[in-house]
């Protein structure tokens, strides 16, 4: 899944992950049946980040909609605000 940078979860979605993958492996490979771990541990570990992934998507999706929709006020005020914070903590050169 590709997650916008919108929502700002994409690397720790992916953080999350790699820890998730860690610990299923180790599961399996503590496991006294290695099949039947892989069969039951690898399915569950999918699962869970398909859900935690779709829910990270969507909640960047709906933010890049908001940022990005044309005749709306919203994104107008976000760059107003955005110009205002860079302006007094951005980076001077």
Do not use: C, Q
Not at 22 to 30: C, F, N, Q
Not at 31 to 47: F, M
């Amino acid at each position: 899944m590709t997650v916008p940078p919108t929502g700002g979860e994409g690397g720790n979605t992916a953080i999350r992950d790699a820890a998730k993958l860690m610990e299923t492996i180790k599961t399996i490979d503590s496991s006294d049946d290695l099949k039947e771990a892989i069969e039951t541990d690898i399915p569950r570990y999918e699962k869970e980040m398909l859900n935690f992934a779709w829910s990270v998507v969507s909640k960047s999706t709906k933010f890049a909609k908001v940022f990005t929709a044309e005749g709306y006020v919203v994104p107008y005020v976000i760059r107003v605000v955005l110009r205002v914070i860079n302006f007094f903590f951005g980076t001077k050169v």
